[in-house]
């Protein structure tokens, strides 16, 4: 175990975290591979067994991956336990082909590189330092041991150093890189009419009862009540807490007391004040220091004789912070300044100009405005932050042992809540209906949707574990009530079908209008005039890939266009429509760009490729392996 090895480690900030628990799915096929009869593994790559054991650990820590991604509900609309088997198998497979070209081609990480990561990784930190009751714990919840752990670690950085190897080794031709510029930065000259949908919207006729029965016999399949549920809940909060306790005046005042002794409460001397900077380049010949040093005597004989020393630091200060100002430094306290800067600042008189004190930065002359003298903040101005934190204090062992109680009794007694609320001392609250998607109240809250739309609570009935509402706000709930989704009745469904009939009433008729125009442009008309005669706004531009004042639908569409077939069409997310006509194409040239635009692409260009040749390696390794997996894992038609 490397953690046996050296337990304490100090880190250093990692270059590279790896979070094994949130590595993306990898989308290629498994369609290809055999099955493997009744053998006991799941997948074999080549000589390299994976059993089924590991298979279902890695499948469950996906789920949990996934669940978090949809908010804790599994979304309905695709199948997901196919989902997840599938693409599983794929991650393993790609995995193991890595592993296997790593072993053969000897890299190897470090150890304190692998040790580095686990100790500066926040998750396993208490207040900043890396602890290892946290660390042991989180991969508890992982369902992984440290040695397991440490290996998929060390596995994962391996894979990272030959994809890096791979994607570096990238490069690209000129030729190549011009071909690309052609596109990248094409000009494309061409006009449009876009026809606003919402006048056909308006003019749909009225549709009959017969239609919306047809529609609904047709499609009563599409029309369904929200599934919807009420809760019963319990919360713990800490500032639930806070409230209660009550408060000890002479606890308060003995710790103001203490806080004074210690220094708190209390202001240090300030000094506000002004200065004239005349700067002396690092490495200065002594020719150089004497004559900056007359400069600065030159100004204070001015002061001397009367000028004002705002007007002196305003013509002649070289601090670009404070020279506009006068020379203001405002309040300044010991220890924010340079040392000789300092003391000459604080031995000197109010109202009088010091000689010129050399600092690294040059020569000063400083000006003392006026003496803040220290301040002792009396209790009573300081009486709510010291009742704050006796409140906390007292509060806050209390909030996380009932917490830690919360947290057992929910789960050793996951189809009563009454007897956990009991166990903390608070009360079971209910909450109104709500949606996956929408409530109100408590449920206005997405943790509290989530969690109970989940199956742990929903389909097995129990409670759930804790969750945080906010920051030390926890709650514990179980659905008291739930009205599954079900077909709505015709007279349900009656508005939402007209509504969509109508829309099909205004887009057949959209369709037929840009059909017409479509048609008329193809055959030599213009556009413009088309656009007055069907009452559409009219465009003319020339511009390329980047603009942003024309419709992004347009854009798309017109460079995907071609000079052979100059007129098309394309639709808005309102319903709009846009006509196109494409009239000239210049093409880019690189040597047009800046000479960092042209860095930028070729940078942007080298790294598409290292992405193309890392897919390729991998597409070789899948080819030349043999991969089985378990008849069970075959991909479901």
């Known amino acids: 175990m490397l953690l046996a090895i050296k337990d304490r480690i100090t880190g250093i900030i990692a270059w590279f975290v790896v979070i094994l628990i949130s590595v993306p799915f990898i989308l290629w096929g498994v369609q290809e591979y055999t099955g ?47 989902f997840l088997r599938t ?19 000897r890299y190897r990480v470090p150890v304190q590189q692998v040790l580095s990561i686990i100790t500066s990784d926040p998750v396993f930190q208490t207040n900043g330092q890396f602890d290892p009751d946290a660390y042991a714990a989180e991969l508890r919840s992982r369902g992984l041991s440290k040695q397991g752990y440490e290996t998929l670690l060390r596995d994962q950085l391996l894979a990272s150093q030959i994809q890096e190897s791979i994607r570096k080794s990238a490069y690209l031709t000129r030729e190549e890189v011009a071909e690309y510029a052609q596109l990248r930065y094409q000009n494309r000259d061409f006009e449009y009419v876009r026809i606003a949908s919402e006048k056909y919207k308006q003019h749909t006729t009225k549709v009959s009862e017969q239609d919306i029965k047809a529609y609904y016999e047709k499609n009563s399949d599409r029309y369904k009540t929200e599934e919807k549920i009420r809760v019963e809940y319990i919360e713990l909060s800490l500032a639930g807490m806070l409230a209660k306790v009550a408060v000890d005046e002479a606890q308060l005042e003995s710790t103001y007391n203490t806080a004074l002794t210690d220094g708190r409460f209390k202001t240090d001397e300030a000094r506000n004040a002004s200065h004239i900077l005349i700067k002396v380049p690092d490495g200065a010949s002594d020719e150089v220091v004497a004559e900056k040093r007359k400069i600065i005597e030159a100004l204070r004989e001015r002061i001397l004789k009367g000028e004002s020393f705002s007007k002196v630091a305003k013509e002649a200060s070289e601090d670009p912070g404070s020279a506009s100002r006068g020379g203001s430094l405002d309040d300044v306290q010991r220890g924010a300044m340079v040392k000789p800067f300092e003391d000459a600042l604080f031995a000197a008189k109010p109202n009088s100009v010091t000689e010129p004190v050399k600092t690294q930065f040059g020569f000063h002359l400083i000006l003392v405005n006026n003496i803040i003298e220290p301040k002792v903040q009396p209790f009573a101005e300081v009486r709510v932050i010291l009742d704050e934190e006796y409140r906390r204090s007292q509060a806050e062992p209390m909030f996380y042992d009932l917490l830690d109680s919360l947290a057992n009794s929910a789960f050793e007694n996951p189809n009563d809540l009454a007897i956990v609320a009991e166990t903390v001392g608070t009360e079971v609250k209910s909450s109104d209906w709500f949606t996956a998607d929408k409530g109100t109240g408590i449920a206005e809250n ?30 514990v709930l179980r659905v008291a009530e739930h009205e599954p989704s079900r077909a709505k009745t015709l007279d349900e469904a009656r508005e939402q ?77 309102n319903g709009d429509a846009a006509i196109l006509k494409l009239n000239k194409v210049v093409n880019g040239d690189v040597q047009w760009q800046k000479t960092e635009e042209q860095q930028k692409l070729v940078k942007e260009l080298i790294q598409l490729r290292g992405q193309y040749d890392l897919a390729a390696v991998m597409d070789d390794l899948k080819e030349r392996a043999e991969i089985s997996i378990h008849p069970d894992l075959q991909p479901q038609q």
Not at 458 to 465: P, T, V
């Open 36 to 82: 493997i009869g009744q053998d006991k593994f799941a997948i074999k790559v080549n000589d390299s067994k994976i059993s089924l054991q590991e298979f279902d650990r890695e499948i469950t820590r996906n789920r949990q991956q996934l669940l978090q991604s949809f908010g804790g509900r599994m979304p309905t609309y695709f199948d997901a336990e196919s």
């Open 87 to 105: 693409q599983t198998v794929a991650m393993m497979v790609n995995r193991e082909l890595y592993k296997q070209l790593i072993e053969d081609n």
């Open 446 to 475: 997405q943790a509290v949707r989530s969690t109970a739309f989940s199956d742990e609570v929903l389909k097995d009935g129990n409670n759930s574990a804790p969750f945080e509402l906010e920051p030390e706000h926890v709650m």
């Open 497 to 573: 079908i007209t509504q969509t009939l109508q829309a099909q009433q205004a887009s057949k008729a959209l369709q037929e209008v840009v059909t017409a125009i479509v048609s008329a442009a193809e055959n030599g008309e213009s556009l413009s005039k088309l656009a007055q005669v069907h009452g559409g706004v009219y465009k003319r531009v020339e511009t390329n890939r980047d603009d942003t004042d024309t419709p992004r639908e347009v854009i798309q569409k017109v460079f995907t266009m071609h000079l052979s077939k100059p007129v098309d069409k394309t639709f808005f997310a």
